[in-house]
């Protein structure tokens, strides 16, 4: 029989686990970061701490700043019991995702040992924001490297073993390394946690071994620059290493089973100090953010359900209708869209990034700039210096072939990102050009010249180039019967000897001397001497001869000594030595 005392123990035990409530959240912030966070404000401060250090680091590294509005939003749950109605899979511990302008960091769990998986999240991170665009085996090995990052005292160190990883290949069959290269990042949503584990376990070991062995790391450059190029990885790794796959898998086991492997020492890392604010986060505004985060993860159908039940109790959420129109634009209902939207709009949506966000999407679905334009003018009335806003709206004017107003939002950008570099130079110039104002055109096209990284968009620049130092014209050409018909063509800006009937094929030469005779007949010739011989040349059609300084009428036969120049196409094995194209007395 139990005694009351064992009761209340029991009751103890028991009933606070089945009906305790979620803990209080708190949001503790920083001009770069805000950190959601189940925990004490302690734990929090030094979960901002490790972040502002990472930033400081990748911005050391890259030798540039990490941008830093608005702030990445940082979210730490207490438990795995918690976070698992917000996990995106089954493998994934903690994830980062990018949606427009704002990023998001999830961790599922806190851990003091664990600041390696805040470091491989903030990676993806620094990848994105570089552009740099890569297989998932290369993105995932690069991330878990920079997970083995310790910074102490007066102490940088990037690189050394990863247990569990090693773990993981020592207990597993691996496979084959043009296989691990091929894996799609759809495929890999389908892993379980043992395939999940030996991919990143791979990649990471893989990675490590081209960015630190002394047989590889030479070659690292020349194989990410073919990658970027678009390259698939293995020919890529073909053509710099010029090694099999088993002489790659034999050289990784001898690389692991050293396990000393070389560590960076790097410059100290110096993190500014910076003041945090700590504040409640009222229930609603946490339901908002974890919704906004499945939506920005692409988790369309729970991200619905959440804001669904969000506007029950937030009728008049501007951010919730704005939500729930891009929800509906990813189903395909665009109508129903367009109402969230203007909904959202009437209920004077504050928030520019989401305006910018659905204007993203309504582009991609091919929405009318009219269902468009509005969300970038909202987003532009609450963040005036909102460049990626400037940007997107610049394109839609110049696509509607509004270009003073298009020039107006380019020039409205404060700056321009290198990864932006190309595309919107490319495009300046194309607005330059079509407003006419062609050095201005001339100049842009250079840029992004300058900022092209393949051919092909080498090519583009000095497209742009050939148009600003050209204007529209047109040239005759004779068909496949012989007839001649007008083309449209480009000639040299401001050209004044511009001859429309010179064609494309034509081989053009030229003879300058005296005018003898003129023989009329159905094909109408010429006879010009030339350093004391006769040039004779054909005029198919008097309608298609470029005349300059011509007396007002030519007699047939003989001709008095008249000065000319004749530009004619040669004809070889013809009866005359080419047709005329034009003639100047």
Avoid at 326 to 355: E, T, V, Y
Avoid at 378 to 387: E, K, Y
Wanted: aromatic share 10%.
């Amino acid at each position: 029989m139990f005694s009351p005392r064992w009761l209340i123990i029991l009751a103890a035990l028991s009933f606070p686990l089945l009906a305790a409530p979620a803990s209080e959240w708190r949001l503790t912030r920083s001009e770069h970061f805000e950190v959601y966070a189940q925990l004490g404000d302690q734990r929090a401060r030094a979960i901002l701490t490790w972040f502002e250090q990472l930033r400081a680091f990748f911005e050391q590294q890259a030798g540039t700043s990490m941008r830093s509005s608005p702030p990445v939003r940082v979210i730490v749950f207490a438990s795995d019991r918690e976070y698992q109605p917000y996990r995106l899979r089954s493998t994934s511990d903690a994830y980062y995702v990018g949606s427009g302008s704002q990023d998001y960091i999830v961790l599922g769990a806190d851990d003091p040992v664990k600041f390696g998986l805040a470091a491989h999240e903030y990676a993806h991170l620094a990848l994105r924001a570089w552009n740099l665009q890569l297989p998932p085996w290369l993105t995932e090995g690069l991330a878990e490297f920079f997970a083995t990052l310790r910074i102490t005292g007066h102490a940088t160190a990037l690189g050394g073993t990863l247990p569990g990883r090693v773990q993981t290949l020592e207990s597993h069959a691996w496979m084959p390394i043009a296989d691990l290269m091929s894996l799609s990042e759809e495929s890999r949503g389908r892993e379980e946690r043992a395939a999940a584990n030996l991919f990143y376990a791979e990649s990471w070991a893989l990675t490590e071994m081209l960015l630190l062995s002394p047989d590889y790391a030479p070659g690292f450059k020349q194989f990410i620059a073919l990658v970027r190029s678009g390259s698939p990885s293995w020919e890529a790794f073909q053509a710099t290493y010029a090694k099999s796959g088993d002489e790659i898998s034999r050289d990784l086991h001898i690389w692991l089973a050293k396990r000393i492997p070389p560590t960076l020492q790097l410059p100290e890392v110096v993190a500014k100090s910076v003041p945090a604010q700590v504040s409640d986060v009222q229930p609603l505004a946490l339901r908002l953010l974890l919704a906004q985060v499945l939506l920005a993860a692409g988790e369309f159908e729970r991200a619905e359900t959440l804001f669904s039940a969000l506007r029950q109790d937030e009728p008049e959420s501007a951010a919730v209708s704005a939500a729930l129109g891009m929800i509906a634009l990813h189903k395909g209902d665009s109508g129903g869209a367009s109402r969230f939207w203007k909904r959202a709009i009437d209920q004077g949506i504050p928030d520019a990034r989401l305006c910018y966000q659905y204007a993203l999407l309504a582009d991609q679905a091919g929405l009318p700039p009219g269902d468009i334009r509005p969300a970038l003018e909202r987003a532009l009335r609450l963040q005036p210096d909102f460049d990626d806003a400037h940007y997107q709206l610049a394109l839609l004017e110049k696509n509607a072939r509004h270009y003073e107003a298009a020039l107006r939002e380019f020039h409205a950008m404060r700056v321009v990102s290198p990864a932006r570099g190309y595309a919107y130079w490319l495009a300046l110039a194309d607005t330059f050009n079509e407003l006419g104002r062609r050095d201005e055109a001339l100049s842009a096209a250079g840029h992004a010249s300058e900022h092209a990284a393949t051919s092909a968009e080498r090519a583009r620049a000095a497209e742009q180039s050939y148009l600003a130092q050209t204007e529209l014209a047109v040239q005759f050409i004779s068909d496949a019967s012989g007839h001649p018909r007008l083309v449209a063509t480009r000639k040299p800006q401001q050209q004044s000897d511009w001859n429309p009937f010179i064609e494309p094929s034509d081989d053009i030469q030229s003879v300058q001397g005296m005018l003898r005779e003129i023989e009329c007949g159905s094909v109408t010739t010429i006879r010009v001497e030339a350093a004391g011989r006769l040039v004779t040349l054909a005029i198919p059609d008097l309608q298609h001869v470029q005349m300059r300084h011509a007396p007002p009428e030519f007699v047939c036969g003989p001709q008095t000594a008249t000065q000319v120049t004749v530009d004619y196409a040669r004809t070889p094995n013809a009866a005359t030595a080419g047709i005329v194209r034009g003639m100047d007395f």
